[in-house]
């Protein structure tokens, strides 16, 4: 055996003129060493492999609840590797710490508690596997993941994972402040055909300073309570499968995005951070009724829906069912069925801070443009004041089907602050009532092409 690597590490140092590392591998563990000033390797401990690739390796370590315990169990080759401290003084408290340099870890994680949760530090991308979990938080949040990384989240199949945190501000680390009942640091993506239940019972109940990708493989994700956000997201949130309900538990905005920011609130440039929400597939049903001046669908900057279901009950007074400090795109991509069905259903928002200008309740408002190239939409419009579509700019038609009933009180079907331009698909609006109006126009009205029909005339 001596010889073989012996002979391995003459071989290493021969090849050291075009490969500068080498990958060290055992028991599913490897480290790196830069071979242009030699290999050492311990002889009495054998490697199981030497590679001049970066080899793919995940380390497993298991978390499994029971009650008021939980039993973690760390491979041999990363004792050194992997810390495990029980937090807030509770066996069920589990803060895990990486230090090793693996480019990925796997937590498969088990069981369920009372009075628990998991708190996960990392530098490295992780997969957490969740099979039939249940973790109620009295401290904190349920899940914290402290790592800027990926952090994929994934259900197994059939499994019902619940979290819901506590209601007060203290938590385990001192140095954390409580944001969410899962909240993740980077980036987080979340598949698995199983069902994930939140509650956030101090502010929002998923929370992400980077970005939120939901996969096709989703089978549900339900809000069950949130007293801030029912999604809280940084960069960007894109959906592609599964079904999200949010049934009026969400005591401020469905689904929140804003662009990512230094701690000093300046914006950080990068290609990601987009301020958008990508809808591509799946089902979305959110109810807002509770709380005024919320939206069910807020992006800071864009909204873009290629496919998918959407149903969206703005009934509050104040309330939108999609607000956008940008665009708004609706479009049917190849192979993907849009329909969209919106309610706005409030008043005006009577909050005291607006009582000078008070929020008009809308089925889509949008600063900017409002483009629709396919689909089917519709927008019932009854609260008194109440606009069923809004762009602070242009609107553009190019395809779908679109129809827009506005009934009530001084309630508009369109206000569009500048041009309407319409060379495609069918678009029909119907309003009855005092003071209501079809179409309201600030530019030019060219209509090119497809069908638009308005029950009253259209205004400028």
């Known amino acids: 055996m001596k010889r073989l690597y012996t002979f391995l590490v003459l071989s290493c140092l021969l090849l050291a003129s075009w490969a500068q590392e080498v990958y060290i591998c055992k028991d599913g563990y490897y480290t790196k060493q830069n071979i242009s000033e030699g290999l050492s390797i311990n002889f009495q401990d054998a490697p199981d492999s030497i590679t001049f690739s970066k080899p793919i390796m995940h380390p497993v370590v298991e978390v499994a609840y029971n009650g008021t315990e ?4 760390i491979p041999s080759y990363m004792k050194d590797s992997v810390i495990c401290t029980r937090v807030n003084g509770l066996d069920s408290y589990v803060c895990l710490e990486y230090t090793g340099n693996s480019d990925e870890i796997i937590y498969n994680v088990t069981g369920s508690s009372t009075n628990g949760a998991l708190i996960i530090k990392s530098d490295y991308k992780m997969r957490v596997n969740l099979n039939n979990v249940t973790l109620n938080s009295q401290c904190g949040e349920a899940m914290r993941f402290k790592c800027g990384k990926r952090i994929a989240l994934v259900m197994a199949d059939g ?8 209601n007060g501000e203290t938590t385990p680390d001192p140095m954390d402040n409580h944001k969410a009942c899962i909240y993740t640091k980077g980036h987080l993506e979340i598949s698995g055909n199983g069902t994930l239940n939140v509650t956030g019972n101090f502010n929002h109940a998923i929370d992400t300073k980077e970005h939120l990708k939901v996969k096709r493989t989703v089978k549900a994700i339900n809000i069950l309570g949130a007293v801030g956000d029912g999604i809280h997201v940084g960069e960007f949130f894109e959906m592609n499968g599964g079904v999200l309900t949010i049934d009026d538990t969400a005591m401020k905005d469905g689904i929140q995005v804003e662009y990512k920011r230094e701690d000093d609130g300046e914006l950080i440039k990068d290609e990601e951070n987009t301020g958008d929400i990508t809808i591509n597939g799946g089902t979305i049903n959110i109810t807002q009724s509770k709380t005024e001046d919320v939206k069910c669908i807020k992006a800071e900057n864009s909204v873009f829906i290629n496919g998918g279901t959407l149903l969206l009950h703005a009934t509050a007074n104040g ?21 969209i069905t919106i309610y706005a259903e409030g008043a005006k928002c009577t909050v005291t801070e607006h009582k000078d200008d008070p929020d008009k309740c809308m089925g889509i408002n949008v600063d900017h443009n409002i483009t629709i190239t396919g689909g089917t939409m519709k927008i019932y419009a009854s609260g008194q004041s109440a606009n069923g579509l809004k762009a602070g700019y242009n609107l553009i ?19 569009i602050g500048n041009n309407v331009t319409v060379t ?24 090119r092409g497809g069908t638009f029909q308005s029950s009253t005339p259209i205004k400028k």
């Open 319 to 339: 309330t939108r069912g999609i607000q956008a400090d940008r665009d708004v795109t609706i479009a049917q991509a190849e192979d993907a069925t849009t329909s």
């Open 70 to 73: 939980a039993n973690v169990v």
């Open 159 to 166: 499994s019902v994972n619940t979290f819901t945190d506590s």
């Open 424 to 447: 495609g698909g069918t678009t029909k609006v119907a309003n009855e009532g005092t003071g209501s109006k079809g179409v309201l126009y600030g530019g030019t009205w060219s209509v």
């Open 397 to 415: 038609i190019s395809g779908g089907n679109t129809t827009i009933e506005a009934n009530g009180v001084s309630v508009n079907g369109m206000k």
